[in-house]
């Protein structure tokens, strides 16, 4: 029995080269009927006086009657100056909120590497725009605490400073206890709500550090457990807030397992990417703050919120924003 791919493949051949090409532009043009084409405000002036001008590259453009300049529907946004179609973008959300492997996206999307790589770090980038403009806060009964996970120079040669050498997967750091190999990260969970993460140094951190991390994190009236580093004690003069440690206490109300919890899944998802490059890091962590309490629907809530927001990532962007000096 011939296969179906043979039988398109000898219905292809009685085609001419032009019936080809214009077949070939018919299902291109049926790829993209899923991109947005409803009119906007001016991305430049933000004017609402603006008029269908004709299409670009199979994308509807636009023209502003106030400051006369075009634009089409990727201008100032996480896809522009990108080849991918609106799918490949949506798809590559989706795998990235859901903690997938650049390799799984890859194959499923049917994109390079560089590509997947990319496209990625915007949206990490994106991520963090987010939270900026919305700033997570933590409030009601909080737990803090410091995971360490080990340094990485992944997709790099290792610095003249580092005297180690390279480590292969799984392998385990070289001295003993917390040492310079690896990255404190400091985390707070609200019980059944919003967490948040940032990497700061490579030791236990201090009350400045502290500070710094959580400014604007933390609600007045919430009550924070710790597990009596005294540097939390900070947090007092930060925000009107009570500071309770929890060692030694035996009931069941006061504890640290949510915290605990969401180190464990940091943990996890750093094996599973086997590794996070350092200078990476606070971009993941803003990444992992989102997936430790998704839902289906906060993603796909997420992923509207991406696709809109109002700004172009570029590749200088990806290597130099937001980098962890650590």
Not at 14 to 31: G, H, M, P, V, W
Not at 53 to 81: A, L, N, P, S, V
Not at 300 to 309: P, R
């Amino acid at each position: 029995m011939v296969s179906n791919t043979n039988k398109i493949l000898n219905i292809l051949k009685k085609f001419t080269k032009n019936e080809l090409i214009s077949l070939f532009n018919i299902a291109l043009d049926s790829a993209k009927s899923n991109e947005p084409d409803m009119k906007s405000d001016c991305r430049y002036c933000s004017s609402n006086k603006v008029i269908l001008y004709g299409k670009k590259h199979g994308k509807q453009r636009f023209m502003c009657k106030d400051c006369g300049r075009t634009f089409i529907t990727t201008t100032c946004t996480i896809r522009e100056m990108s080849h991918q179609p609106y799918d490949v973008w949506e798809g590559m959300i989706e795998d990235t909120l859901n903690g997938n492997s650049l390799s799984h996206s890859e194959l499923r999307l049917g994109i390079s590497h560089q590509t997947a790589f990319n496209m990625r770090h915007k949206i990490l980038l994106s991520l963090q725009d987010i939270e900026r403009a919305n700033p997570l806060m933590l409030q009601d009964v909080t737990e803090l605490d410091e995971t360490f996970v080990l340094e990485c120079y992944k997709g790099k040669s290792l610095p003249s400073y580092v005297t180690r050498k390279p480590r292969k997967h799984g392998a385990k750091a070289l001295k003993r206890g917390i040492s310079n190999e690896f990255i404190c990260i400091c985390s707070g969970a609200q019980r059944k709500s919003n967490v948040f993460l940032k990497a700061v140094n490579r030791a236990k951190p201090s009350s400045i550090e502290v500070s710094e991390v959580f400014d604007g994190h933390i609600a007045d009236g919430t009550l924070i457990l710790t597990d009596g580093l005294r540097s939390y004690n900070v947090l007092e003069d930060v925000a009107d807030c009570t500071i309770k440690n929890v060692t030694g206490e035996k009931t069941s109300f006061y504890n640290l397992n949510t915290v605990n919890s969401l180190h464990s899944f940091v943990k996890e998802q750093y094996k599973f990417y086997r590794g996070v490059a350092t200078k990476y890091i606070n971009r993941y962590c803003t990444l992992f703050e989102y997936a430790f309490r998704s839902r289906i629907s906060d993603v796909e809530k997420l992923k509207a919120a991406i696709l809109k927001i109002e700004r172009a990532y570029t590749i200088e962007n990806i290597k130099v924003e937001s980098l962890s000096h650590i």
